[in-house]
């Protein structure tokens, strides 16, 4: 494996230099500098280390099956991490890709400017780095024994909607070859108005009158000015993300990916939202007027017919299970489904899965919740802490092993195993002990 390889050099809020040659011999034994951040929920709980936090950040880490020969071409498998666009890195020990790799893959894990220092105003520039690592592999991934045209970009949630923006994207356009999106968070992806809403409000926390004047700020206020504007929460995950319309995206992505001609797998999980609201204390105390308000809200006069639904196919949850399992098939479950049928209806190439099995960590109260397919991804239950999340089952290992097999199969082949989707069968695949395949889930 080799760790911190720096892909491009970049001003504070302008486009990615990239870097096409170094000279001498180039230290590739540890990971590179981590983009600044504010941690996250997840992070913290992983053990956020910001000590090797930098501006100087647009590294990637390059993870072979073998000692490397350009004579060999293997698929690519390139990384977009999540973490709503604000934290994370490539170097988070899930995303280690030597699992991965070892299925004859060869395993890319990008690092991308964060919250405002890659999403501020419409400037994109957080895509605009994630575009510059795949021109970086285009030219430099076979003397890694990587095939350059034989490329996958995968992500997860922030990740997710990243595999897709870059979809509909022109700049993009022949860097890679196929997309695998898993949980994406598409209702994060902004809308010029709500970017420039933002970009303002951003001004005046920092107390600053123009970007230029940001450019220069410290590096902790600017941190400071985004902790205080994503502090009220409950206004959503939309602070920091690619603005559709806004530098190298098109102006409405999801239709622009639909478009693309290329294989697209889509995957969410059963129970994404309960990752927030199991340890939510201020939806602790939901109840049965809970659940017929927020069905009222989301449901309107069909809110008595959703209710029956849920309540049927989940005869288990609780009111606060059953709004979670609302708000995940309204964020997660149904904009993916909406970007299948699409995808499959304009004649392309479209497979969906649905990530089911629970962990019994915590109680069982997260069930199938946000990022828990991750390490199953990557084949890394092995990684300390892991089981904090997954606990230490037996059944774990078959499915982390046929996951990542799934995945390294795309890559190969440019299809997974399982029958694609369709708008009459609607078959998805069920990651679970067992992996059922089921018709209109």
């Known amino acids: 494996e080799f760790r911190g390889i720096a892909f491009a050099n970049a001003d504070r809020l302008a486009p990615p230099r990239d870097i096409t040659s170094w000279s001498g011999e180039l230290d590739a034994t540890s990971f590179g500098s981590i983009c600044p951040q ?40 390139v990384w977009i991490h999540g973490g709503a666009f604000t934290n994370g890195s490539g170097s988070i020990p899930w995303y280690h890709g030597s699992a991965l790799a070892s299925r004859n893959t060869v395993v890319v894990s990008i690092n991308y400017r964060l919250g405002a220092f890659g999403f501020l105003g419409d400037g994109n520039y957080g895509t605009l780095d994630m575009i510059s690592a795949l021109r970086w592999v285009q030219r430099n991934i076979a003397a890694f024994g990587g095939d350059a ?67 220069t700020l410290p590096l902790a ?12 929460r409950a206004a959503g995950f939309d602070f920091y993300a690619p603005t559709a319309g806004g530098t190298a995206l098109a102006s409405d992505i999801l239709s622009a990916a639909a478009q693309s001609t290329l294989p697209l797998v889509l995957g969410t ?71 299948a049928e699409n995808h499959f209806s304009r004649g392309n190439p479209t497979w969906m899965y649905w990530f089911t099995w629970a962990t019994p960590a915590f109680g069982g109260v997260l069930g199938s919740c946000h990022a828990l397919d991750v390490p199953f991804a990557f084949d890394n239950l092995s990684v300390p802490d892991t089981d904090m999340l997954t606990g230490d089952g037996p059944e774990r290992a078959a499915i982390a092993a046929r996951f990542a097999d799934e995945i390294a199969h795309f890559a190969r082949t440019s299809a997974p195993t399982w029958p694609a989707f369709d708008t009459q069968s609607r078959t998805t695949l069920e990651v679970n002990v067992g992996f059922d395949l089921l018709t209109d889930p």
């Not at 709980?45 to 020969?69: K, R």
């Not at 206020?221 to 009220?232: G, I, N, V, W």
């Not at 308000?293 to 209710?307: I, K, M, P, S, Y």
């Open 38 to 77: 504010v941690p996250g929920m997840l992070e913290s709980m992983l053990g956020f280390d910001g000590s090797n936090m930098s501006e100087d950040c647009l590294n990637l880490n390059v993870f072979t099956p073998t000692t490397p020969d350009a004579t060999t071409a293997h698929p690519v498998l």
């Open 149 to 215: 045209n034989n490329v996958t970009i995968f992500g997860e949630s922030a990740g997710g909607s990243a595999v897709v923006s870059l979809m509909s994207s022109p700049d993009a356009h022949g860097l890679f070859h196929k997309v695998w999106a898993m949980s994406p968070s598409l209702g994060q992806l902004r809308t010029l108005p709500r970017a420039q809403e933002l970009e303002t409000q951003f001004l005046e926390l920092a107390e600053v009158s123009s970007l230029d004047e940001v450019r």
């Open 221 to 232: 206020d600017m941190l400071a000015a985004q902790a205080k504007q994503m502090a009220p």
């Open 269 to 339: 999980n059963r129970d994404e939202d309960r990752l927030w609201s199991a340890f939510d204390p201020l939806q602790a105390e939901f109840g049965e007027p809970d659940w017929m308000r927020v069905t009222g809200e989301v449901f309107g006069d069909h809110a008595a017919d959703a209710r029956a639904t849920y309540e049927t196919q989940r005869p288990q949850e609780t009111p606060k299970q059953l709004i979670s399992s609302v708000r995940t098939d309204t964020a997660f479950r149904q904009r993916a489904q909406r970007l």
